[in-house]
């Protein structure tokens, strides 16, 4: 009798194992996040803040290591209105489809007045476009991230009745006096609230 | 046992169907399986763990022609930190040389993370125990963060975090004057390069 319980034996029930791996695989399905394809790469400082960044509602300023400046908002379905205001104040009249070209863009890549041309341009041409002319200029003549921000502030309240939270996220090697031109642009409209993003740091 | 995978003790051998015994009907889970440990390993290292975290930071607003001019203040309780450029950095507590009437502190330079930190948080007890601590101000330092055209934004950063770390909330962001511009390029220039220069020529 007993040799023959033990051939019995040999067999493992795999159940639980399977099951974890299944309650596994929805977990990692559920939490995953794929990037967004963005204009280009931006290497954000690290630090020892702890506040998750909102995944709506929000305009983020990017700036990168040469200092060159972009703007974008969370809110898909206000970019069209957003565009056509600040066309209206540049005397410049989009189609419908840059319009639909422009919803797709997480970030105003390039100064108004090349927008036209930037989207006419297929996707695989629009990055050296925008390393040649890039950036939302933010001097005081012509300071466009103003402008940008003004009418995404004003669209929204239109729209939703809300403010947007105002992020920015620069490379760490952005030039210092960029970021305070970004921020003087910003109290100049009384945002004086704003948050950076940055890396979790282990210091 | 109705889950089992790959047939569990009763699992219809031989004999057992021989005798005609209504089993339940089996599946073989273990493509199933298999197909299931490879999305769970893909989404395993595709999963970003580390999210971006955001630093709240609020400014003043720009000073209005009516505001009441602030209250001065006394320069015993006022760290000063130079973020200069090529990651330097450097402090000193109330006047600097050739600040003023002359007779001011010298400019020490430290480096990122603990040297500015413990130098900040030595300052900052200090304070706690000076006759500038009342009742309603018992951390009376103030620091004002004097940032150099040719910093980096992550310079700035990391002084804030710092302040964060050291829980100094009261600080300015202000710029580097011109003057003592000419107080760090002659520092970096005299005796201070000649002090460190010694341990730069080892390290270069």
């Known amino acids: 009798m007993k040799p023959k319980i033990a051939k019995k034996s040999t067999f493992i029930d795999m159940t639980p194992m ?30 020892t803040a702890q506040k998750t960044i909102p995944a709506r509602n929000l305009l983020i300023i990017y700036g990168n290591k040469e200092g060159k ?17 600040m066309g209206d104040l540049y005397k410049i009249q989009f189609t419908p489809k840059e319009l639909e070209e422009f919803r797709l863009l997480n970030e105003v890549p390039v100064d108004i007045r090349k927008m036209k041309q930037y989207l ?5 041409k629009r990055e050296a476009f925008y390393k040649q002319y890039g950036g939302v200029p933010l001097d005081s003549a012509d300071n466009q991230l103003d402008k940008w921000i003004f009418e995404a502030r004003i669209v929204n309240k239109q729209e939703a009745n809300e403010d947007y939270r105002i992020a920015i996220k620069a490379d760490k090697d952005m030039p210092y006096p960029v970021f305070k031109d970004i921020t003087g642009t910003l109290k100049k409209q009384r945002a004086n609230k704003f948050s950076l993003i940055t890396n979790k740091e282990g210091s | 046992m109705a889950a089992d995978v790959g047939g569990g003790e009763d699992s219809g051998k031989g004999k057992k169907k021989g005798r005609g015994k209504k089993g339940t009907p089996r599946v073989d889970m273990t ?8 999305l769970l390993t893909f989404f395993i290292l595709t999963a970003t763990m580390d999210d971006p975290k955001s630093m709240p930071i609020v400014v003043p607003a720009d000073k209005e022609a009516n505001d009441p001019p602030q209250d001065p203040v006394a320069e015993s309780k006022v760290m000063n930190i130079i973020v200069s450029g090529e990651d330097r950095i450097y402090h000193y507590m109330g006047k600097t040389r050739g600040e003023g009437d002359g007779g001011g502190m010298e400019l020490q330079q430290v480096s990122y993370g603990k040297g500015i930190r413990d130098n900040v948080l030595k300052n900052k007890e200090r304070l706690k125990k000076s006759r500038f601590a009342t009742k309603d101000d018992p951390d009376p330092m103030i620091v004002m963060i004097k940032i150099a055209k040719d910093a980096r934004y992550a310079n700035m950063v990391d002084i ?20 003592e511009a000419e107080i760090v390029a002659d520092y970096e220039k005299g005796e201070g390069m000649a002090k460190s220069s010694v341990t730069k020529t080892l390290t270069e």
């Open chain 1, 18 to 47: 399977v099951d974890l791996a299944f309650l596994l695989i929805t977990f990692f399905m559920l939490t995953v996040k794929f990037t967004k394809q963005e204009t280009e790469k931006i290497v954000i400082p690290g630090s």
């Open chain 1, 69 to 85: 400046v972009r703007v974008g908002i969370t809110e898909q379905a206000q970019r069209d209105k957003w565009l056509l205001r």
């Open chain 1, 120 to 124: 006419g341009l297929p996707k695989e």
């Open chain 2, 31 to 38: 493509p199933m399986v298999d197909l299931g440990f490879l």
């Open chain 2, 160 to 179: 804030i975090d710092e302040m964060n770390i050291t829980r100094q909330t009261k600080y300015m962001l202000i710029d580097l004057s011109k003057q």
